[in-house]
């Protein structure tokens, strides 16, 4: 059984609070259950006053296997604002006042070494999740624009070669060419970014 959490915002007093009204303790340090798994669904960065601790909360839970987690759209930008474009002519994500001021609570809580660890972690960051009895996305599971990422180049993880990674940022900060479809399941069903 999975417990469903999503966008915790850096509000580790909260996150906490929760596991423990739902039966989760600390056993070595790391949140864990003796029935029942946390599902995190992303957005685990950005606005709140612990954003370290909530990611030494998730991390381990994830690494020890008594949680699973999905990409929220906040580790997406975060992940498209530090990674440098092929051509080295700045990066994915532009370096905006409004995109530095999304993730500036993040960059003003993690070290260097905290900020790399992170982002290494989030590479590996499923889009989705999908098993035989439940599937999971950070905000709007839509079957035409899962199935548009599955089959193109980007398939359910990202990775530098990608296409996302080959990309440009549009102007509205989305990914041009198939990413486009990334929004549509990261924010909701009114936002008409994939066509049927």
Known sequence: MFDFIGDIHGHADKLEALLQK????????????PSRKV????????RGPKIL?????????????SA?????????????????????EGYLRRRSEKNTHQCQETLNQLSESENKRFLNWIWNLPLWYEAGNFRAVHAYWDDKCIQKIKYSSIGSKLNF????????????YYFISETY???????NKDTHLCPG
């Not at 599902?39 to 950005?46: H, P, Q, S, V």
């Not at 909530?54 to 839970?61: A, D, W």
């Open 39 to 46: 599902f995190f669904l992303g957005d685990f960065i950005d």
């Open 181 to 187: 479809v990334l929004s549509w399941i990261w924010k």
């Open 53 to 65: 601790e909530v990611l030494n909360i998730v991390i381990p839970m994830a690494e020890l296997g």
């Open 68 to 88: 699973l987690t999905v990409m929220g759209n906040h580790e997406y930008n975060y992940l498209a604002f530090h990674t440098a474009t092929k051509t080295g």
């Open 161 to 172: 070669s990608n296409t996302v990674f080959r990309s440009t940022w549009t102007k509205s």
């Open 22 to 33: 739902l039966g989760y303790q600390k056993q070595g340090g790391v949140y864990q259950h």
